[in-house]
């Protein structure tokens, strides 16, 4: 067993914590070269106790840092972490020293491609990651790195159970429709279909409304999930009726450095005609286009958004706001109108001019922001000449998945929860 990697000073992370055996549970969501985590106790709803990341990890300077539910400062280290064996050694001995030893109940992942099967939370077993690693093709910048987390806590604690929590689970009960794509039947037979994905969010935000007492059973609600990865989910009943990303995480809208929509015959051209390989296309694809590819410089919204006399910065704006105004626009055709939408991730929460901007011409479905609202960055930004309520909030996604951990773990016997 690897040792975890100590702070650069010479002294262990210092967190405010302390929990008796058994009672607090792990959210981890792994990245190429980090490791987001939060910790919460095991209450009914669970409550959350830290937040943070371990950053840079396989890069000098790495960071391990986190904050505790006032969002003060629990600790922010600097440690040199080599792989994410290292990471979770370094996490998981962290919470030992400040939880009685033995605090953990169970670690939960955020896993973003479960396929046709995985239809909820469930207890990770090797049955199960073997089928999770079919789908790393379709998606590539996560599903490896989140399996890998996995790995490293089994690694750590082999004992310990682990939950894995799926973004394509919400979209499971999407009509047959919506499941389709327009090639041979027999190819669907081999699971080639539209999924779905960024279902932890659009759950927690379905959650979120239904607690504040809104009839979203009875709403026509499109939820807009825009951030590095951007898709939006059109709900009828509070279930998803369909969603612009399908059978990976390339389709839908521009993101960050993904392409989103595109002619397939542009992919048969690179192919044949520019002798693109597939690995070199993928890379393509994947991590060189979207925002970072039309602007040249940057995938990062705030960034492009800080250049305003930069044309490509600007165009790059322009294209990914255009594309999402069109998909929106055709999710209120699939729900036959529009009650309520929901801005929420990186982008939907915090850009006014992004939201702005989708939203301008859109009146005559009943959509109109209140500028000064808007931009102050209220939680109703429609105005009253609207008949469409708009809101923009932020997502939780780790706090989905804490919930998803809890319910599984009441169900257990041997595995009670307070």
Not at 9 to 26: F, S, T
């Amino acid at each position: 067993m690897r040792a975890a990697a100590m702070p650069s000073n010479g002294r262990p992370p210092q967190p405010q914590l302390r929990a008796a055996a058994g009672d607090a549970i792990l959210v981890i969501n792994s990245g190429s070269s980090s490791v987001k985590f939060a910790l919460f106790s095991t209450k009914d709803p669970p409550a959350r106790l830290w937040s943070g990341a371990i950053d840079r990890i396989g890069l000098a300077h790495g960071r391990f840092h986190a904050v505790d539910a006032a969002g003060t400062t629990a600790f922010d280290e600097t440690a040199e972490v080599a792989d994410h064996d290292m990471a979770l050694h370094l996490l998981l001995d962290a919470i030992d020293r400040h939880t009685a030893g033995d605090g953990l109940a169970a670690v939960g992942h955020r896993i973003v491609h479960g396929g046709a099967e995985c239809d909820c939370a469930t207890f990770v077993t090797e049955t199960l990651e073997a089928r999770l690693r079919e789908f790393v093709p379709l998606a590539p910048l996560h599903q490896p790195h989140n399996l890998a987390g996995i790995t490293a806590v089994r690694n750590a604690r082999p004992d310990l159970s682990q939950i894995a929590c799926f973004d394509t689970a919400f979209h499971h009960g999407m009509p047959h429709l919506a499941t389709l794509t327009g090639l041979p039947r027999e190819l669907r037979d081999q699971g080639i279909r539209r999924y779905g994905f960024h279902g932890l969010s659009y759950e927690y935000v379905v959650e979120r409304l239904r607690s504040e007492e809104v009839d979203v059973d009875g709403e026509r609600v499109i939820v807009a999930h825009l951030g590095n990865g951007a898709s939006m989910c059109a709900l009828k009943g509070g279930r998803s009726v369909e969603t612009t990303m399908g059978f990976s995480t390339l389709s839908g809208l521009p993101m960050g450095t993904r392409c989103g929509d595109l002619d397939p015959g542009i992919i048969l051209y690179l192919l044949t005609e520019m002798d693109l390989s597939a690995d070199r296309l993928r890379h393509l694809l994947y991590e060189e286009s979207g925002l970072l590819g039309l602007s040249g410089f940057s995938r990062n919204m705030q960034e492009l958004l800080a250049r305003p006399t930069d044309h490509s910065a600007l165009e790059a704006v322009a294209y990914f706001c255009y594309q999402a105004r069109s998909h929106l626009a055709a999710l209120t055709a699939v729900l036959g109108g529009l009650d309520r939408l929901v801005f929420t991730g990186g982008i939907g929460a915090n850009a006014p001019m992004v939201r702005a901007d989708i939203c301008a011409d859109l009146g005559y479905l009943g959509v109109a922001l209140d500028p000064t609202r808007n931009t102050a960055g209220a939680r109703v930004i429609s105005s009253a000449a609207g008949r469409v309520v708009v809101e923009a909030f932020a997502t939780d996604e780790e706090q989905m998945i804490a919930q998803h951990m809890r319910r599984l773990l009441a169900a257990q016997p041997a595995r009670q929860v307070a």
